[in-house]
């Protein structure tokens, strides 16, 4: 049985028992509450209040009431109180990486270095957005104006909760919208630190406002909400249709991030002691828990032998264990039920012939306790088979085999997702040349670093809309054309 070191972040009650709406902590229309586990654990760590359709209700009614006033403000005072909630990240850092440690098991030394790093970026990035966008242009004599759509309901997931937060918030309020923010039940400290510090930036009443509770109680009171200009959501597929579906009787605008099955496309000249490895880290950065993880690896077949003990030794090698140990790289799979589903596509691969190359069934070896799974990797995986087509979100690669560039783009698309894509290759015009034909939001070649610029978002069934940068902060304004403007 292994020990755990203790988590430093002690959950405050008087904000988890609270939602924050109008610019203070409010105590729930009816008291209830959820548990958060620690997937570490599997022990209950903290309650959090349980909303229901009433408070969003307030929350929407706050939101509106601070439209007018927050949409007429200027983009220099918006980048102001941007500029303060990204001071206010970087100084809180070390509560929220082990708030995010504690309630989705992130690694320590992830979540210091990635986490919330990266979260810290997309506000800084709208921040900076408000200094150079220009909110009208001129068309000839036709002034186009770039106006903030409203009341906006954003609805984010457990996997990446800080970062997911400030990627929806950011840009919605600097684009002059108000926010509703409904973060996953299984990861909801982070969020609830999130708020304390926007208020200590000071932001107005109303502009930024947080109910806590379960997609179907809080989501879809959200989604179909006819006060609420539009819904931004990241989730999972089944979560996005809900959200669409309650959402489309007030034709309200809907962006989704959802699911991804990435490939990363090793062409015959890539440098494979280098692309492999990091082939299979990129899969298994958050223990396998991000939509864009490239978990097919398309290689030449005749250098699968080669890339099955690079991809092996690699993952061998990790060190799956504690979240709070500095030498921990992958901790926990982040809630019970995600640990089994990855224990389930496991066993589908085992039972429909794939190749077992490394890991398996089972909880790491000396961990009785949490939701620990084994680094898998698979190969000589037919493109029709559940493990290559539908998503694991776990430490689980797929290495599927080709004989042709042609066999290998059209494995790259063999699937109802087109999320995110790599390419490897030594020849960066050979590279271009098969991202063009690529069927996904983003193509990434040879690892580049991570571009909070680059719009993020997908093809197909992995949803609507875009994400990041000039992109992502656009989703959030409407269109008018004044005609005659310049006559």
């Known amino acids: 049985m292994t020990t755990h070191a203790s988590n430093s972040y002690r959950v405050d009650p008087h904000i ?55 949409s007429a403000s200027s983009a220099a005072s918006r980048a ?20 995010l440690s504690l309630e989705m098991g992130a690694a320590i030394g992830f979540a ?45 997931p457990w996997n990446w909760p800080l970062y997911q937060i400030t990627a929806k918030v950011a840009p919605a309020i600097a684009a002059g919208c108000t926010v509703v ?105 958050n223990v396998g828990q991000s939509c864009s993880a490239p978990t097919r690896m398309i290689v030449p077949r005749d250098r699968l032998a080669e890339v099955e003990a690079l991809a092996a030794a690699t993952a061998n090698a990790i060190i799956v264990g504690d979240p709070q140990s500095e030498d921990t790289v992958l901790g926990p799979i982040a809630n019970e039920a995600q640990f089994k589903r990855v224990q389930v596509m496991i066993e589908a691969g085992l039972n429909e012939g794939a190749k077992l190359v490394c890991g398996g069934l089972g909880r790491v070896a000396g961990h009785a306790k949490g939701f620990y799974a084994r680094p898998t990797i698979f190969s000589e995986v037919d493109s029709s088979l559940r493990i290559a087509q539908e998503e694991i979100f776990g430490p689980v690669l797929c290495i599927i085999a080709y004989d042709t560039l042609d066999e290998a783009i059209a494995i790259a698309n063999d699937t109802v997702y ?8 030594q020849d960066l015009d050979q590279a271009r040349a098969v991202a063009s034909r690529i069927r996904a939001g983003q193509v990434l070649l040879n690892y580049p670093a991570w571009n909070p610029m680059a719009p993020f978002g997908g093809y197909k069934r992995s949803g609507n809309g875009r994400e990041f940068g000039v992109y992502g902060f656009e989703e959030y304004l409407e269109t008018k054309a004044i005609v005659g403007f310049g006559e």
């Open 16 to 70: 988890s028992q609270r939602f924050y709406i109008n610019g203070q902590w409010s105590e729930p229309v009816s008291p209830a509450s959820l548990p958060v586990v620690n997937p570490a654990t599997e022990t209950v760590v903290a309650e959090v209040a349980r909303g229901m359709a009433e408070d969003v209700d307030l929350a929407v009614a706050a939101a509106r009431a601070a439209f007018p006033g927050w």
């Open 80 to 99: 102001a109180f941007l500029g303060k909630i990204h001071e206010l990240i970087l100084e809180r850092k070390e509560e929220l990486a082990q708030a």
């Open 112 to 156: 210091r270095a990635m986490q919330v790093p990266l979260a810290a970026e997309h506000v800084r990035v709208a921040r900076d957005l408000l200094t150079r966008y220009r909110f009208q242009t001129l068309e000839g004599s036709t002034a186009i104006e770039r106006e903030p759509i409203g009341v906006c309901g954003l609805i984010t």
């Open 181 to 285: 923010l409904k973060p996953s039940e299984l990861s909801p400290l982070s969020a609830l630190l999130f708020a304390q510090l926007v208020h200590d930036a000071g932001l107005p009443p109303g502009v930024f406002n947080l109910v806590n509770g379960s997609g179907p109680e809080v989501g879809e009171a959200i989604a179909a909400h006819a006060d609420i200009d539009m819904i931004s959501i990241t989730g999972s597929n089944r979560a996005g249709a809900l959200v669409a579906q309650a959402a489309a009787p007030t034709v309200k605008r809907v962006t989704q991030e959802l699911g991804g099955k990435s490939p990363n496309l090793l062409l015959p000249d890539a440098d494979f002691a280098k692309a492999v490895p990091l082939g299979v880290m990129s899969a298994f950065r």
């Open 418 to 425: 087109g999320l995110s894509a790599h390419v490897q290759s």
